[in-house]
């Protein structure tokens, strides 16, 4: 079975344009997450969307968005991107809500800023 | 705010030796989750920990949670060096559906 899939893989972008990331479920799958990973750092938390509606969000400016549609899969937008924005964008899913489920990631999209 | 802290941030052990991570958190929570993470890779799954007093084992690693304390420990048991990598435990705030993670600990297993 295909795990999460995410792309692009790599991104690069400079200050004041707009990306979009995509990243499809484990089949079956309902769930998806976002995070993001800087360098070093543990993920942090960007949105949750269960059955199509965002369930969490995380403490991340209106920049950042994300959409679920009804197959399950998944766009994260970031607008007037910053540098600061550099990091590796990771999507996971799950079966159910996330709480008390595994969540599966995807090998993520690292996004350049420059 | 829910703050999950891991320590060591940094092990570097012999392989053969047994020792513990650990992952405290800061408010009331019945789950906490493991990851592994290889550089440049993305994240494994390796515990899932539903309830108080949970205790889980794949081959030499152990996990186990205590809510009342707050804390979670990850127990490596004569390490070897494929063991290598960052591990991160997280937490699901209750009923928010946000999942915080810890600040990662990097295991080095030495030849």
């Known amino acids: 079975d295909a795990g999460v899939t995410q792309s692009p893989t790599h991104l690069i972008k400079t200050r004041g344009q707009h990306v979009t990331l995509r990243c499809s479920p484990i089949?079956?799958?309902?769930?998806v997450s976002w995070y993001q990973q800087v360098l070093g750092q543990g993920p942090q938390f960007i949105f949750q969307y269960y059955e199509k509606e965002e369930r969490g969000r995380g403490n991340f400016p209106d920049r950042f968005s994300a959409r679920q549609f009804p197959n399950y899969s998944s766009e994260l937008n970031v607008n007037a991107l910053l540098l600061g924005d550099s990091a590796l964008y990771l999507c996971?899913?799950?079966?159910?809500?996330?709480?008390?489920?595994?969540?599966?990631f995807g090998p993520g999209t690292r996004l350049t800023v420059l | 705010e829910l703050k999950v802290e891991q320590n060591p941030l940094f092990l570097s052990m012999q392989e053969g030796k047994n020792y513990t991570i650990y992952c405290n958190y800061s408010t009331t929570s019945d789950r906490l989750y493991w990851y592994r993470q290889d550089p440049g890779k993305s994240l494994e799954s390796l515990f899932v920990?539903?309830?108080?007093?949970a205790v889980k084992q794949e081959g030499r690693l152990m996990a186990s949670l205590d809510t009342k304390a707050r804390l979670s420990t990850l127990h490596i048991t004569a390490a070897v060096h494929d063991l290598s990598a960052t591990y991160f435990c997280?937490?699901?705030?209750?009923?928010?559906?946000?999942?915080?993670f810890g600040t990662g600990t990097r295991l080095k297993v030495l030849a």
């Open positions: 996971a899913s799950s079966h159910g809500p996330a709480g008390g489920d595994t969540q599966y």
């Open positions: 997280a937490v699901d705030e209750d009923r928010t559906y946000k999942y915080i």
């Open positions: 920990l539903l309830s108080n007093g």
């Open positions: 089949s079956g799958h309902k769930s």
